[in-house]
């Protein structure tokens, strides 16, 4: 199955992105390797929620944060190379997660990134991962992901 | 001398991981390159030690945790690659600190990463770093570590 | 015109940066890819400015800051590959921000580093980034960067 078609069966539209606010770019390819710039769960370039894990924002919540940033990832992704069939391998997936004081379960939150990765790029999605608690992130998002890719 | 000859010299048994607790993998390898996920300093799946640098974890017990954080990270390369005979660059460390208001001696901590790396892997471990100072770490780990490697 | 000319022309001269405090080094180059280590906003190993954005810092001090570390960055690349022209292309910038609580404008103040980037390697300075407030960073440091490079 392609991935267009398990998204399809997946319900999942990959977004248009809007450009980077300044000089940089959502993804960038080199050979066979991609790298993602770091993605929010933004929709239409606003955050869909704001604030810290063990403060403001649920465990559920930071899951659903977590799976939007991957799929603003994929979209940078599939925007610069045209087809999401084309990756070999996610090499790489670091998740950063905005955590209030003794908040410590930040893998719980990237999980939701992961799993999305792989309900869409199935074996392909195997990822080396790093889960982090971060102080603050841009704009008070609760999660940030980024990807290294391989393509075939 | 091989890297197993000069674990053997250094009293050290790469230690046997337990599988991730979720979807993703302890490494990943694509051609050349190796990416690590990041390891805390556990044993057997549990924390050996808790807490925050510049609070109540100890300079030196940071750098213990940052040399099991390093011992996990290659045990998990081992895992796929097989024998560490293979790598010839460790390109990049990155040490995660988690610090206590006040605490910026992040790069001694990690001081214990890197000096266990070019124990075990001579010139072939000499690596460009960063060294962070987290809010947060998985489970209240004092230390976060992941690699990225080039094989020969 | 050559990134030696462009360097003069913005009245930049690439500084000698100190060896690394420990055993690591200030970049490390594999094939067609180079890893630069972490840089914060030194001039001769010492901090130029210390503190948090948010709190001691203003975002115009942690922008100056930002191309602080991407000079130290360049430098350290251009120690290893000799000639700033064999760089193909900036894969990925990552910009670390001390954050005092509620700080959330890190992309702002890593803009001082994506300009700076654009400025001296223009096309081939254009990155993919992931912008991260931190708890604390080396030495009181208020912003830290590091670079993923491929070469031509």
Known sequence: MS???RLIQLGI?????????FNYVSARQYGSFVF????TP????????RGKLGADVSLQQGQEAARLCVL??????????GDLDRVESV???????????GFVDQPAVINGA???????????????RTALGLAELPGGAPV?????????
């Open 36 to 39: 993602s710039s770091g993605h």
């Open 72 to 81: 603003n990832c994929l979209a940078a992704v599939a925007g610069v190379i």
């Open 3 to 5: 991935v267009a078609e």
């Open 114 to 128: 992961s799993a999305l990765i792989e309900e869409i790029l199935g074996e392909h999605g195997r990822h080396a």
């Open 91 to 101: 090499l790489k997936l670091t998740g950063y997660v905005a955590s209030a004081p």
């Open 13 to 21: 539209q990959l977004p248009q992105l809007p450009a980077p606010a």
């Open 42 to 49: 933004t929709v239409n370039g606003e955050l869909t929620v």
């Open 144 to 152: 940030e992901v980024d990807l290294v890719l391989a393509l075939r």
